[in-house]
């Protein structure tokens, strides 16, 4: 299969036609157990798990709608073996629980999916797990934070919310020399445009909910690395954590990610216009894309990826106020959480509750990230809609006035007070 470019592994890995129907869709295996071959030595090669192609024993384990995804999402990523679970992250702690444990170290990204950095800023020192999170854009940081007990570095590139960029290749020389291992969760990008394994990271996260799946319907998510380390996930904590697919949404990602490579292209193509468009806007005082020059990371972006992606930040001059009616405006974007779907979403970012919600962060972090985010970012996801009716759509919402837009900023400042 490995011959294959990814617009033709996108579509034939991981298909297995069902061999009783011939049916080229496979079928959806909605079985939580399996009747095993025989009582004896098969049983136990189904509970020892040392094998990627183990008997099916009961769906937590393994299924063969789920093994079909995971053989589309090895290939997709060139990798020796993925594990999916229920949602990105369920694959995030999988991953962490697997191989760390009291006394041991992790560096993180400061800014990463906010259920990540609440993971490892709250939750994880609970365990004993010792916790440094720092703006992994900056090497310097990186390396000033390793310790003797440092196990792990885990980087979110591009970081969402707000779009910074981290130098895979040089945090996996510093990771390597005293062997750490890279965990790149690359939900931002995709297969298609950044390849984390590539650039020597042992992890690649994906939470499959996004781009992957695409369609805004399924969650899911997983870890791709070397076989025996993605084994050890299985074995350790898939299974007794139990974050496992439902492989009803096993089969709509393997949907969706048919035409990933292609949905791939436009979201790029899609948020490079409304990039260029909203960072010649007068109302506009900012926008974050990092396919734009303008972007603090822009020639690193253009080294590491392959595309930019379909996601933008970008604040404005009105603030919270015209963060508020650009939001009651707007008519093709959703104002929602969550991204990579067909369809564009938008959602606001202040900075004060952003911060205020991690109260793990130091002085110099909050401040760090303000000198980003200013008041707050508005985050869009953008669709598979026409780039030409997306912009017409903002234009005339970014030109709008309301009541609410004029009292939204009053009436929050009274709600922070009381
Ligand atoms: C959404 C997201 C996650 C979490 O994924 P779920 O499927 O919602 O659990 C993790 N990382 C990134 C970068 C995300 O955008």
Redesign the pocket.
């Known amino acids: 299969m490995n011959k294959y470019k990814l617009e033709t592994l996108a579509i034939h890995a991981g298909e297995n036609p069902d061999p009783n129907s011939g049916a080229i869709r496979p079928p959806i295996h909605m079985s939580n157990t399996f009747k095993l071959p025989k009582f004896g030595i098969k049983l136990f090669d189904a509970l020892l798990m040392d094998s990627d192609s183990s008997p099916f024993v009961y769906t937590r384990w393994g299924n063969p709608t789920l093994r079909d995804l995971e053989e589309r999402l090895t290939a997709l990523e060139r990798a020796e073996a993925a594990v999916v679970t229920a949602?990105?992250?369920?694959a995030?702690s999988a991953l962490v629980f697997t191989f760390l444990q009291k006394g041991d170290h992790l560096i993180a990204s400061e800014v990463?999916?906010a259920?990540?950095v609440e993971l490892f800023g709250q939750y994880l020192p609970r365990f004993g797990i010792e916790i440094s999170l720092v703006d992994t854009s900056d090497l310097e940081q990186v390396r000033a934070a390793v310790q003797k007990n440092t196990k792990m570095i885990f980087l979110?590139t591009p970081a969402?919310p707000i779009l910074s960029i981290s130098d895979i290749s040089e945090i996996v020389k510093i990771a390597h020399e005293s062997n750490i291992l890279v965990a790149v969760?690359s939900?931002?990008s995709g297969p298609t445009i950044q390849r984390p394994l590539k650039l020597g990271a042992d992890f690649v996260?994906y939470?499959?909910?996004?781009y992957l799946s695409g369609h805004g319907d399924a969650?899911?998510?997983a870890v791709l690395g070397k076989k025996k380390l993605i084994q050890r996930i299985r074995k350790e904590m898939l299974v007794h954590l139990g974050g496992a697919l439902s492989p009803f949404n096993a089969w709509l990602i393997m949907r969706g990610l048919m035409t990933l490579p292609l949905r791939m292209n436009l979201h790029c193509q899609n948020a490079l216009l409304v990039a260029q468009f909203l960072e010649n806007h007068p109302k506009v005082v900012r926008v974050i894309y990092p396919g734009l020059e303008s972007h603090p990371h822009y020639e690193l972006a253009a080294r590491q990826m392959l595309d930019f992606g379909g996601m933008l930040t970008f604040s404005l001059k009105g603030g919270l106020g015209a963060a508020i009616t650009l939001a009651e405006k707007v008519r093709l974007f959703s104002y929602a959480t969550?991204?990579g779907d067909a369809h564009s979403l938008l959602f606001y970012y202040p900075t004060d509750l952003y911060i205020d919600a991690m109260p793990f962060y130091s002085d110099i972090q909050k401040q760090r990230i303000r000198k980003w985010t200013g008041d707050g970012i508005l985050r869009a996801s953008i669709g598979l809609e026409s780039a030409d009716d997306l912009i017409a759509d903002l234009d005339k919402a970014l030109r709008a006035r309301t009541f609410k837009g004029l009292v939204g900023p009053l009436a929050y400042q009274i709600l922070k007070k009381s």
């Open positions: 949602s990105g992250m369920a995030i990463c999916y259920g990540t979110e969402n969760d939900t931002w996260i939470s499959l909910t996004k969650l899911g998510g969550s991204l």
